[in-house]
């Protein structure tokens, strides 16, 4: 499974930093996503990356703000989130793809993924 950590309550303008970390199996092989979803809204694919990790994808809403990078030998992708805006307010999920060719594909494509987090919710506010 995959599990997420390090959302929670921040001021705009803000920064945190988001862990995806595998438990039960290895990183390796995998294409790493981060999407977020509102109530009510699709999931969007906001940043991925491939693996080894040579290879980044980011939404225009987050381009500039965001930065994905994994630690392979600790089965961990990070989100660092700087700037953060209210609009960046949201359920944030990470998800774990073999077959992505690319990581515009497993972000904008959304293919069946082999392993969903259960979230980490991030607040902007004052």
């Known amino acids: 499974q995959l599990v997420e950590s390090g959302g929670g309550l921040v001021q705009p303008g803000g920064s945190l930093r988001l862990s995806c970390t595998a438990s039960?199996?290895?990183?390796?092989?995998?294409?790493i996503g981060w999407f977020r979803q509102l109530p009510g809204k699709a999931r969007e694919g906001i940043s991925c990356?491939?693996?080894?990790?040579?290879?980044?994808y980011y939404a225009d809403s987050v381009k500039g703000r965001f930065t994905i990078s994994r630690d392979n030998a600790k089965s961990t992708v990070y989100l660092q989130l700087d700037n953060l805006k209210p609009d960046d307010s949201a359920s944030y999920y990470c998800?774990?793809?073999?077959?992505?060719?690319?990581?515009?594909?497993?972000?904008?494509?959304?293919?069946?993924?082999?392993?969903w987090g259960k979230g980490t919710t991030v607040t902007v506010s004052l």
């Open positions: 039960g199996f290895f990183l390796d092989n995998y294409a």
């Open positions: 990356i491939d693996y080894p990790g040579d290879n980044t």
């Open positions: 998800a774990a793809d073999s077959t992505a060719t690319t990581p515009r594909q497993m972000c904008v494509l959304t293919p069946g993924m082999d392993y």
